[in-house]
């Protein structure tokens, strides 16, 4: 004979999978609303614990995508000349120039690219952009050891600049934001406490196929015109020397980890990404499966954080997928599974967090008075205690016995 919900501790499994979503926003299968048939109605003096149950979600997204970090943007010029910055603040560097006849924005297809394929995507995309066919005037390598892509310049009395500091964030063609840089995916930061390691990464050679040149240029200022540059250390050089990328290659910087995000709570979990504010997040989702397999939670790993829902009634859920910055998460056409579980608790058995530090307060100086009794009474535990510690032993037992 089962007893009655409001005498025993229950709890509601609800699964929803994003195809039979009430209401989709926008183009993406992962951000939506799921409208209930049945209210789930919480039972007088009650609250719910909401967690993540399971999930399965289709690893169909891509690291390098269209409008977030597909793009980059170069200016060709002769051996020697700076490249072209717009006026900017006193004292700091302008955007670089993209208006020039001289200046490109390449994009990459995206997808999911290892290293490798992602530095040769670069050296054919920008020879075809900025080339004739078959010249490439720039090179970019992935070095397996130090974790770094290398840049250097192939045709003579080029320099090629890159726009990694001061490039425009969005360019926006025909009303539509096209693509985002890929700085760190490179291995570039915007701004370096070393003026030498920031700004927009240049590499040259000579006239005479000699001397291979690189360093950082910069915009002058509130003037208009040529950059301002820091070569790298004993520039020119001799033989063919790279410009190495200042950190290690992140090809996975745009999606860390999957968060499933819900309307349902919104003070529960701090994120450092809005300044430790309080935000809307249910689950952090490690990325634990490759591209093209699919990506699971257990139920035993899905229920380790609860979140305490103060309505008493639910109507609709909406469930966001996201990576680290917010961003709706694209399964190019596919849909996800997600299973959230939730427990209906009488407040009288979660403690209290006032009552809570007072009793941990009294076992702490409980457990430190034992312990300091225990050192003046046996300061070497491996000795071997005398006649009269071990009678007074047992009737210290023997108390406990009849307690």
């Not at 490109?104 to 080339?131: C, F, M, R, W």
């Not at 009303?175 to 915007?190: A, D, P, Q, R, Y």
């Not at 406490?193 to 005479?208: C, H, I, R, S």
Request: charged share 20%; hydrophobic share 35%.
């Amino acid at each position: 004979m089962s007893l009655p919900e409001l005498e025993t501790p229950a709890a509601r499994v609800l699964y929803i999978n994003s195809k039979d979503a009430t209401t989709q926003y926008g183009d993406f299968s992962t951000n939506f609303d799921f409208q209930l048939e049945e209210p789930i109605t919480v039972p007088p003096h009650h609250i719910i614990l909401m967690s993540l149950y399971s999930a399965e979600i289709p690893y169909s997204f891509y690291y390098f995508d269209t409008g977030q970090n597909t793009r980059i943007d170069i200016q060709i010029t002769a051996y020697g000349t700076p490249a072209s910055y717009l006026a900017g603040p006193v004292g700091g560097s302008g955007l670089f120039n993209e208006n020039l006849n001289q200046s490109k924005s390449v994009y990459i297809p995206e997808g999911n690219y290892n290293a490798v394929q992602l530095a040769h995507q670069l050296t054919q995309d920008i020879g075809d952009t900025v080339a004739s066919p078959g010249v490439y005037p720039l090179k970019v390598s992935w070095n397996p050891i130090t974790l770094k892509f290398d840049f250097i310049c192939t045709v003579v009395n080029t320099r090629v600049t890159l726009a990694i500091s001061n490039a425009n964030p969005f360019v926006v063609i025909g009303g539509g934001v096209i693509g985002g840089s890929m700085n760190e995916e490179l291995g570039f930061v915007k701004f370096h406490p070393l003026p030498a390691d920031d700004g927009d990464l240049f590499v040259e050679l000579n006239a005479a196929g000699n001397a291979w040149g690189s360093g950082f240029s910069n915009g002058n200022g509130a003037i208009a015109g040529p950059g301002v540059d820091t070569p790298t250390p004993n520039s020119p050089f001799a033989v063919a020397t790279p410009l190495v990328a200042e950190n290690v290659g992140d090809l996975t910087a745009s999606v860390r980890s999957l968060f499933v995000r819900t309307n349902l709570s919104t003070n529960s979990v701090l994120d450092s990404h809005i300044g430790g504010g309080f935000s809307n997040i249910l689950a952090r989702i490690p990325v634990n499966a490759t591209s093209g397999n699919t990506i699971r939670v257990s139920p035993s790993d899905g229920t380790k954080h609860k979140l305490l829902i103060k309505s008493k009634t639910i109507t609709n859920v909406s469930l966001r997928l996201t990576n680290q910055r917010n961003t709706d998460i694209d399964l190019n056409g596919l849909n996800w599974d997600v299973s959230l579980m939730m427990e209906f608790i009488h407040p009288k058995d979660i403690p209290q967090l006032e009552e809570f530090r007072k009793v941990w307060d009294q076992v702490s100086l409980k457990l430190d008075e034992e312990k300091q009794i225990d050192i003046v009474r046996d300061p070497r535990p491996d000795r071997i205690p005398t006649k009269e510690e071990d009678e007074t032993k047992k009737k210290e037992e023997e108390k406990k016995k009849k307690k």
